[in-house]
C-alpha cells in the first residue's frame, strides 16, 4: 500500500501594534504508516485531496509514491479573489519534505521542481484581467523548474497549443487523463423486465447551464408515448452568468420538478448511495450542456456501463463515443470561448448567452431524436453500454494515470 504522510496546517492572521496582519503557521503531521520504501518519491501535493478535481489528480497514487500536502501562502486573508491572477501563482511555504511539486490549475512561484495538472488552460485567468501576472505565470511555465505540463484532455492541449508561448513549452507537454475508482466492476445491474420503465438520470447542481430545463421539455414531450421515469440528482442552482437564471427560476423549475408523479428528485445526497441505490437502476444516463470544459460525471456513468447522450463541448467527445457508447448533440460555439477561454470577457456580459440561446431549440430536437432512438431500442442501450465500460478502462481507470504519473515523476527524480 501506498506510505503517506498528511499534513495539516493552521494559518492564522492576527492584527499587530502596528496595524499589519502576520501570517503564523502551525503545523501538526500524521504518519499514517512509519515505514517508507527506500526508493519511494515523495509528491508535494496544493491542493486538499478532497478537494474538486484534485480527487481525480492525487487521490490513489501510484505504487512507490507517497503524498505530502504543501500549504501555499493565503491570499485569500488578504481578499485576493479567484478571478485575480495572484490568486493562481502558488507561493509555497515549505518544500523540503517534497521530491517534487504537484499542483492544479496554478504555477508555482518556488525554484523547485513542479508538475501541473490543468483543465481548460493555462494561466487560468485572463491575460487583460492582470498583464503583469499573466506575463509572469508565461515565464514560470517557461522556466526549468517547470518539469511537465499535463492538461487531462487533447481539448485543454488543443486550447494551450493556441497561444503563442505554446512553442517554448511543447517538450513537456503531455496529455494524462484524470484517474478513477471503478465502484462498478464487480457491481451487478438490476435485470428489469420490459414492462418496468425505462429510467433516464440526470446529475448536474448546474441545473440550467447544465441543460435541466431542455430535459424536463424532452421528457414531458415524450413521456405520453413510452414508459419512462427521470431520476435528478440536483440542487437546481440558478445561474447568473452563463444563463442569467435568477432564484426566482430555481423556485419555478422546483414546483415543476415536484409536481411530477414520473420525475424523482434528489439533492445533497451521498456518491455513496448515488453509486449502490441510483446508478444500478439507470438505463440512460443524460447530460446536454449548453456550456463545459470535461464532464467529469459523464465518466462515472460510464464508468457504471451506461450509454450516455450529452453535447459536443470541449472534452466531452473524449469520453462520449458519437454511435459508440451514445450520442453527442452538435451545438455551435463562441470561437475564442472554444479556444482561448482566457480571454473570455470577466463580466456579466452576454456574450456567454447568445450562443447558449441559439442553441436551446437545437438541443431540445437532437435530445429528443437521440433519446427515441434509445428507447426504442433495447439491444442498442445494451451495446453503447459495453463500450462505456470498455472507454472506461481504456482511458480513465486509477492504473492508467497511475502507470503515466509515475513514469513522469521517476524521470524528474533520476534528472535532478
Given amino acids: ?84 491572477g495572484l490568486f493562481w501563482i502558488k507561493y509555497l511555504l515549505s518544500t523540503k519534505k517534497a521530491d517534487i511539486v504537484h499542483t492544479w490549475d496554478s ?65 513537456k507537454t503531455e496529455v494524462v487523463y484524470p484517474g478513477y475508482k471503478d465502484y462498478f466492476s464487480s457491481q451487478e445491474k438490476n435485470q428489469k423486465t420490459d414492462k418496468e420503465p425505462i429510467n433516464i438520470l440526470f446529475i448536474g447542481n448546474n441545473f440550467f447551464r447544465k441543460g435541466g430545463t431542455i430535459l424536463l421539455d424532452v421528457f414531458d414531450a415524450l413521456r405520453k408515448d413510452y414508459n419512462i421515469i ?61 456550456q463545459d470544459t470535461f464532464g467529469h460525471v459523464l465518466v462515472e456513468a460510464e464508468s457504471a456501463g451506461l450509454p450516455a447522450i450529452s453535447t459536443k463541448q470541449r472534452a466531452i467527445p473524449e469520453i462520449v463515443e458519437h454511435n459508440g457508447n451514445g450520442f453527442l448533440i452538435e451545438i455551435s460555439t463562441n470561437e475564442s470561448q472554444r479556444l482561448r477561454p482566457n480571454k473570455v470577457p470577466n463580466d456579466n456580459s452576454d456574450y456567454h448567452v447568445k450562443p447558449i440561446e441559439e442553441n436551446r431549440n437545437v438541443v431540445f430536437a437532437q435530445l429528443k431524436k437521440y433519446l427515441i432512438l434509445l428507447l426504442n431500442d433495447k439491444d442498442l442501450r445494451l451495446k453503447f453500454g459495453r463500450r462505456s465500460r470498455e472507454i472506461f478502462d481504456e482511458k480513465f481507470g486509477y492504473d ?12 524528474i527524480v533520476e534528472k535532478k
Fill in 400 to 411: 492508467v494515470r497511475n502507470r503515466k504519473h509515475l513514469r513522469i515523476y521517476r524521470e
Fill in 107 to 171: 504555477v508555482v512561484a518556488n525554484r523547485i521542481p513542479w508538475v501541473v495538472s490543468y483543465e481548460t488552460t493555462l494561466p487560468y485567468f485572463s491575460e487583460d484581467l492582470n498583464p503583469s501576472f499573466y506575463r509572469y505565470s508565461v515565464n514560470l511555465l517557461r522556466s526549468n523548474f517547470c518539469k511537465k505540463i499535463l492538461p487531462i484532455s487533447y481539448n485543454a492541449l488543443d486550447i494551450l497549443k493556441s497561444n503563442d508561448f505554446y512553442a517554448e513549452i511543447s517538450h
Fill in 230 to 290: 427521470l431520476t435528478i440528482i440536483s440542487t437546481i442552482k440558478s445561474d447568473k452568468w452563463f444563463t442569467k437564471t435568477s432564484t426566482e427560476d430555481e423556485e419555478r423549475i422546483k414546483k415543476r420538478i415536484s409536481a411530477s408523479k414520473n420525475i424523482s428528485w434528489f439533492q445533497n445526497i451521498p456518491n455513496e448511495t448515488i453509486r449502490k441505490d441510483i446508478f444500478p437502476k439507470v438505463d440512460i444516463f443524460v447530460l446536454p450542456t449548453l
Fill in 1 to 84: 500500500m501506498i506510505n503517506s504522510a498528511d499534513a495539516i496546517f493552521t494559518l492564522s492572521a492576527p492584527i499587530n501594534k502596528t496595524g499589519r496582519k502576520e501570517i503564523t503557521v502551525s503545523k501538526e503531521i500524521t504518519i499514517v504508516n512509519k515505514k517508507t520504501k527506500q526508493n519511494e518519491i515523495t509528491v508535494g501535493y496544493t491542493n486538499p485531496r478532497d478537494y474538486g478535481y484534485a480527487k481525480v489528480c492525487y487521490n490513489n497514487p501510484p505504487d512507490g509514491v507517497s503524498l505530502s500536502f504543501i500549504p501555499s501562502f493565503p491570499f485569500y486573508r488578504f481578499g485576493i479573489k479567484r478571478n485575480s
